[in-house]
């Protein structure tokens, strides 16, 4: 298939149906949104970007900052550099080798932040960016927390999947920025009213009330502030899985289905795993994986990283335990969202 550039490539990644296990009812497709040319924000970088030039805001050869640890970044960074813009990425230091030397290669400046602030990392990052705003006073800053061309840009992603499959019963998708989950899902939902939407996030995260525990292994997933891009209104229910959990449902997605991914991804695989085995078996479940495991081979692929970090013991529990949004969790529990949003409930699993 021959593309003109880099930008064109993205979008219309595969779609695969998951073996699972023997307890699974219903069918899950995986959106293997890692097979963008660097993951899922691909397509974010591309609309925001794209859309900027368009209405004027980003001016030709301006440069572009965002706050990024991973994929929004390389994100940017590709669909920047390839329209000739200076890219400035700030970060933080967990950000892997590979994505850094993604960023450097591309021709990006990339800052790392020294420390967190009372905000995280996240608060820290965007101390930061707001010293280079003003130093650069004509850049554009994608603003990938707020901006409405974040889950806008994935309208094109659930056209995909209904052209692929033609319904989708639950939707399952981690949740940082907000605008994958809040923009699929409110496209789908057209087309589908009853949809459940299923939100995946990490403990110690603080988009659905829990406190913040900044230390936490997992990456791409989970934030330190709630995103106004996340919409509550769609989501029915959101569970929460810890770093052991995490971990061990990436190696198992490479191990079982041999996606080879990262830990949003193996997040998103053991929920819709576990609601396959509840769910009627006409039911259609998508989960979006959105990134790729080479960031994660000194971590989630590493004994010795396992060891250091004291979670040798990877497992899986066979069920998560139900809970109320309001308690405080530390294992895969979940949470049903509807009461408190207005939605109606939904008959399609538990």
């Given at each position: 298939?021959?593309?003109?550039?880099?930008?064109?490539?993205?979008?219309?990644?595969?779609?695969?149906?998951?073996?699972?296990?023997?307890?699974?009812?219903?069918?899950?497709?995986?959106?293997?949104?890692?097979?963008?040319?660097?993951?899922?924000?691909?397509?974010?970088?591309?609309?925001?970007?794209?859309?900027?030039?368009?209405?004027?805001?980003?001016?030709?050869?301006?440069?572009?900052?965002?706050?990024?640890?991973?994929?929004?970044?390389?994100?940017?960074?590709?669909?920047?550099?390839?329209?000739?813009?200076?890219?400035?990425?700030?970060?933080?230091?967990?950000?892997?080798?590979?994505?850094?030397?993604?960023?450097v290669s591309l021709g990006c400046e990339v800052?790392?932040?020294?420390?967190?602030?009372?905000?995280?990392?996240?608060?820290?990052?965007?101390?930061?960016?707001?010293?280079?705003?003003?130093?650069?006073?004509?850049?554009?800053?994608?603003?990938?927390?707020?901006?409405?061309?974040?889950?806008?840009?994935?309208?094109?992603?659930?056209?995909?999947?209904?052209?692929?499959?033609?319904?989708?019963?639950?939707?399952?998708?981690?949740?940082?920025?907000?605008?994958?989950?809040?923009?699929?899902?409110?496209?789908?939902k057209r087309s589908n009213p009853h949809m459940?939407?299923?939100?995946?996030?990490?403990?110690?995260?603080?988009?659905?009330?829990?406190?913040?525990?900044?230390?936490?292994?997992?990456?791409?997933?989970?934030?330190?502030?709630?995103?106004?891009?996340?919409?509550?209104?769609?989501?029915?229910?959101?569970?929460?899985?810890?770093?052991?959990?995490?971990f061990a449902g990436t190696i198992k997605l490479?191990?079982?289905?041999?996606?080879?991914?990262?830990?949003?991804?193996?997040?998103?695989?053991?929920?819709?795993?576990?609601?396959?085995?509840?769910?009627?078996?006409?039911?259609?479940?998508?989960?979006?994986?959105?990134?790729?495991?080479?960031?994660?081979?000194?971590?989630?692929?590493?004994?010795?990283?396992?060891?250091?970090?004291?979670?040798?013991?990877?497992?899986?529990?066979?069920?998560?335990?139900?809970?109320?949004?309001?308690?405080?969790?530390?294992?895969?529990?979940?949470?049903?969202?509807?009461?408190?949003?207005?939605?109606?409930?939904?008959?399609?699993?538990?």
């Open positions: 298939m021959l593309f003109t550039n880099m930008v064109d490539v993205i979008g219309n990644t595969p779609l695969v149906k998951l073996r699972l296990n023997d307890q699974a009812v219903g069918s899950v497709f995986a959106k293997l949104e890692l097979m963008n040319p660097f993951g899922m924000k691909d397509r974010v970088a591309r609309q925001s970007i794209l859309s900027a030039k368009l209405s004027g805001e980003l001016k030709e050869g301006a440069p572009i900052i965002e706050s990024s640890s991973g994929t929004m970044a390389c994100g940017v960074a590709l669909v920047g550099r390839q329209l000739g813009h200076p890219v400035h990425i700030v970060t933080d230091p967990r950000i892997d080798p590979i994505t850094k030397a993604k960023l800052h790392i932040v020294s420390k967190m602030s009372k905000q995280g990392w996240q608060g820290s990052r965007l101390e930061r960016l707001d010293e280079l705003m003003q130093q650069h006073p004509d850049a554009f800053w994608p603003r990938q927390y707020e901006n409405p061309d974040n889950p806008y840009a994935y309208q094109q992603l659930a056209d995909e999947l209904m052209n692929d499959i033609g319904r989708v019963d639950i939707l399952v998708a981690s949740v940082g920025s907000g605008g994958s989950i809040s923009g699929t899902a409110r496209s789908l459940q939407v299923v939100a995946v996030d990490a403990t110690g995260s603080v988009i659905f009330g829990q406190p913040d525990r900044p230390g936490r292994l997992q990456g791409g997933l989970g934030n330190s502030l709630i995103a106004p891009n996340v919409d509550f209104s769609v989501i029915d229910e959101v569970h929460w899985l810890n770093d052991e959990e995490a490479a191990q079982e289905e041999h996606i080879f991914a990262g830990n949003s991804s193996g997040s998103v695989y053991i929920v819709a795993n576990w609601l396959a085995s509840q769910a009627k078996s006409d039911c259609n479940i998508v989960a979006i994986l959105p990134d790729r495991g080479d960031r994660y081979t000194d971590t989630i692929f590493n004994e010795n990283y396992h060891e250091e970090k004291q979670i040798s013991n990877l497992w899986i529990p066979e069920r998560p335990s139900c809970v109320h949004v309001s308690s405080v969790v530390s294992a895969w529990s979940y949470a049903k969202l509807m009461g408190l949003y207005s939605h109606e409930e939904k008959n399609i699993v538990h």
